[in-house]
């Protein structure tokens, strides 16, 4: 309180004192005093500050209506407006949109009314960049243009003055240029796709979206094994209008199928501002229930200058994202093939699709029909393990009573006495014994799982087969419309539990895993791709018909007695 008092009174003391030493502002001229003279010829004018001189574009350059310019080729149709000179089209001529009722437009109508088209300019200063984005541009081509072409836009006022350059080819990469001076000075204004993408029509694929950049100097690994040059944003993770600054080699957005990708020139001076706005969307493609999501975007240029960069507008397909070159990246692949996650398991997800597509290629041209061979080769590869499997179980239940034999002899000790120590080594001498390996029983499904998890992750990011048809399915990148996938798994699961024996469990937990497992993975596999549904089911369908061969073998008779024996002396 004493400090505040004191504060207090020196402000008002410091107030008379500026009162009563300073000078007072000149009286205001009235209508009888005479003008001020001008000076005299040869006298120099003042000059003004540094600071406060503002020297203006004397020569506009603005459009006088509305125009547009369309740029085409074999893959896709991108339609400019001068207004901005930004995006407001861009189809693929060889995509469908997610309802099928004609080709995809990758920009998403409602989001960027809201926050901006593709190739607008995005500048920290709100006002200098409405201007950037609303003015009227002159075009250098109006009308309709083949690729390979280049257009430019100019504008300028009183002290803006902005340049944009894009150059088209045959492939999905095109230049970009851009330069914008404000009062005199080069500034801040980096091109941008700010809006997410078109084929994103449910809060799930706005999910889905993710900011992704490459740094060939990263120290990251994956797995704590192998490298990782490329750094993954999550939605969540995003801050909007947060600025990274470079050096990476590429940088943008994506969603799961598509992406927008700008190959700065110079890495080192690149930098890129992450947007992320939130946006009310139906639920569902015209319900009225809305739900709020976040809508990615992502602006990259140059922080020393104009900016000189290249923009890959596209799919997420191997093929074509293997053969953009990107010479600045030195140590990883010089391309865009990281753009696709295949995630921990992309060692074995990517040699899977690169064989999957083979084979749709040159053996059965439907990608279902592909995966029901796939998955046959890779059932019967499996079957030596699935029979080492059995062995070991068979093994398993010849020891288990003397197993019981010594658990009964160490029962009367608790865990933490130093005798219980012995019971181990004595079942660890039988295991040695007998010749068992107690995981050899689990080996089959250790190696059967990262297949598994392979396709999930591969189905989940293979381009192709979105909206791939077989049978009944019409998109085996989505969920089974009518559920008869994931309801075959559930049941043929069931039916190989029920056939399998299992060593060394007690009936009733045996009866228990016969319907839980089944129906958690009904539960898990519910939504999932139909792909992935497609490959389970038939993993489990040939499976029973080994194990029903296999039932009838020496080995399978001899276990399946056993087991019967058991069963018979649990029930006396």
């Known amino acids: 309180m004493l400090v505040l008092v004191l504060t207090f009174l020196g402000f008002i003391a410091f107030q008379a004192f500026l009162k009563k030493y300073t000078p007072q502002p000149p009286v205001a001229q009235t209508q009888n005093q005479p003008a001020p003279t001008q000076p005299a010829a040869g006298t120099p004018a003042p000059v003004m500050s540094a600071s406060a001189a503002v020297i203006p574009n004397t020569v506009t350059k603005q459009g006088s209506a509305e125009t547009e310019t369309v740029i085409e080729n074999d893959l896709y149709r991108i339609t400019f407006t001068n207004r901005g000179a930004q995006v407001k089209s861009w189809i693929l001529k060889k995509f469908d949109n997610d309802a099928q009722n004609g080709l995809l437009d990758l920009v998403n109508p409602a989001a960027a009314q809201k926050f901006g088209y593709p190739l607008s300019l995005w500048t920290y200063d709100e006002a200098v960049r409405n201007r950037l984005n609303s003015g009227l541009y002159v075009a250098s081509n109006e009308g309709q243009l083949t690729a390979p072409a280049q257009v430019t836009f100019e504008y300028s006022d009183q002290d803006l003055v902005v340049h944009k350059t894009f150059r088209f080819d045959h492939t999905y990469v095109l230049n970009v240029e851009t330069s914008v001076t404000y009062k005199g000075s080069e500034i801040f204004a980096a091109p941008a796709w700010p809006a997410g993408f078109g084929d994103e029509v449910s809060p799930a694929a706005y999910a889905a979206a993710r900011i992704d950049y490459h740094n060939d100097a990263s120290t990251e690994r994956t797995a704590y094994i192998f490298p990782s040059f490329v750094s993954r944003l999550a939605v969540k993770s995003i801050v909007g209008d947060n600025m990274l600054k470079g050096p990476f080699e590429w940088a943008g957005t994506g969603d799961q199928y598509f992406t927008a990708i700008f190959i700065p020139n110079d890495p080192t001076t690149a930098a890129m501002v992450t947007l992320n706005k939130p946006m009310d969307v139906p639920q569902k493609p015209g319900a009225k229930e809305t739900s709020k999501v976040d809508v990615l975007g992502a602006a990259v240029g140059s922080l020393r200058g104009p900016t000189a960069e290249r923009m890959y507008v596209g799919p997420k397909e191997l093929a074509v994202l293997d053969a953009v070159s990107v010479p600045t990246i030195k140590n990883d692949s010089p391309d865009l093939r990281g753009i696709v996650d295949f995630g921990w398991w992309g060692i074995l997800a990517r040699p899977l699709f690169l064989w999957l597509k083979w084979t749709y290629k040159h053996i059965v041209p439907n990608w279902g029909w592909a995966i029901v061979l796939q998955t046959l080769i890779i ?114 699961m069931f039916a190989m539990q029920r056939m399998t024996p299992q060593a060394g469990m007690d009936p009733a937990q045996q009866k228990m895993m016969m319907w839980m497992m089944p129906l958690m993975m ?31 073998t020496k080995l399978g008779r001899e276990m399946r007695e056993m087991l019967e024996k058991r069963a018979r002396k649990k029930d006396k």
């Open 379 to 492: 059932t019967i590869a499996l079957l030596p393990l699935r029979i080492t499997q059995m062995k070991s179980m068979l093994k398993m239940q010849r020891i288990a009573p003397q197993i019981k034999s010594i658990q009964e002899k160490y029962k009367k000790y608790s865990l933490r006495d130093p005798r219980k120590a012995a019971m181990n080594e004595e079942i660890s001498g039988l295991y040695k014994k007998e010749g068992v390996n107690p995981a050899g029983g689990c080996l089959p499904l250790l190696i059967q799982f990262p297949f598994l998890i392979a396709y999930y992750r591969m189905l989940g990011v293979a381009l192709d087969l979105r909206h791939a048809h077989w049978l009944w399915i019409t998109d085996l990148s989505a969920r089974d419309p009518y559920f008869l996938l994931p309801i075959l798994m559930v049941i043929s």
């Open 522 to 552: 009904g539960f898990i596999f519910f939504n999932l791709q139909a792909g992935l549904n497609l490959y389970y089911a038939e993993t489990n369908l040939i499976s029973i018909a080994q194990q029903a061969i296999m039932n009838r």
